[in-house]
């Protein structure tokens, strides 16, 4: 046993708490090791998820109300009441 342990005036550790104290730190190095290397897939995947639902958002809800802007770049009063309601009510509005 270290001489450390005998120089404070502690008893020396079991056996079993040896293994407990350095299962838990192997284990604490293990979870921040793989944290490490997870993070940036999620991250991504996220990223990525969020931009389909906003894309798929923007093709079936603002789309079809955006015709005119083929012919001319001035919308008409209908359309800019419509956009205004429909981005004001769904999930963009909130944010």
């Known amino acids: ?3 450390f ?3 404070i005036g ?5 056996l079993a708490q040896r293994f407990l104290l350095v299962g838990g730190l192997v284990s604490l190095v293990a979870t921040v090791i793989v944290g490490a290397f997870v993070t940036s897939p999620i991250e991504d995947a996220v990223a990525r998820n ?5 894309a798929l958002y923007v093709d ?10 083929q012919g001319s770049a001035d919308l008409s009063d209908s ?3 419509a956009l205004d309601e429909t981005l004001g009510q769904g999930a963009l509005g909130n944010a």
């Open 10 to 14: 502690r008893k020396p550790l079991s």
């Open 50 to 54: 969020s931009g389909a639902a906003t």
């Open 79 to 81: 359309v800019k009441q």
């Open 5 to 7: 342990v005998r120089l």
């Open 60 to 69: 079936s809800v603002i789309a079809p109300l955006l015709p005119d802007l």
């Open 1 to 3: 046993m270290p001489s």
